[in-house]
């Protein structure tokens, strides 16, 4: 009986550390304005993108698209352009919870 090999492919894991944020830009101005930035290292930035997405949105109360905006403006301008993505899978991934708000 001659066996038949199937090959697996290997997604190539990364432990690829990414820095998220740095300080609050000058035109905030509505509930995100006293916030305070925090720089994270992560290996998983996607997911502690969205933890810290929720996490701003239940420490300030934002509860309109206005406040929403202007978190998406607070990461993108905290953020350099190679984390943009990021940020961007994040507020997606969130999509169904935000447009509750």
């Not at 009986?1 to 550390?17: F, L, P, Y």
């Not at 905030?28 to 998983?44: E, H, L, P, Q, R």
């Not at 301008?77 to 509750?100: E, G, M, P, T």
């Given at each position: ?17 990414i ?55 607070c ?27």
């Open positions: 009986m001659e066996r038949v090999g199937v090959k697996k492919r290997h997604r190539k894991r990364t432990n690829k550390v820095s998220l944020s740095a300080s609050l830009p000058d035109g905030v101005c509505g509930v995100f304005a006293g916030s305070t930035c925090v720089v994270k290292c992560s290996t998983d930035p996607i997911s502690d993108m969205r933890e810290s997405i929720m996490e701003m949105i239940r420490e300030v109360g934002a509860c309109d698209w206005n406040d929403i905006e202007e978190l998406v403006y990461y993108i301008a905290l953020n350099s352009s190679d984390v943009h993505d990021v940020i961007i899978d994040a507020f997606l991934s969130l999509s169904s919870f935000l447009n509750r708000l």
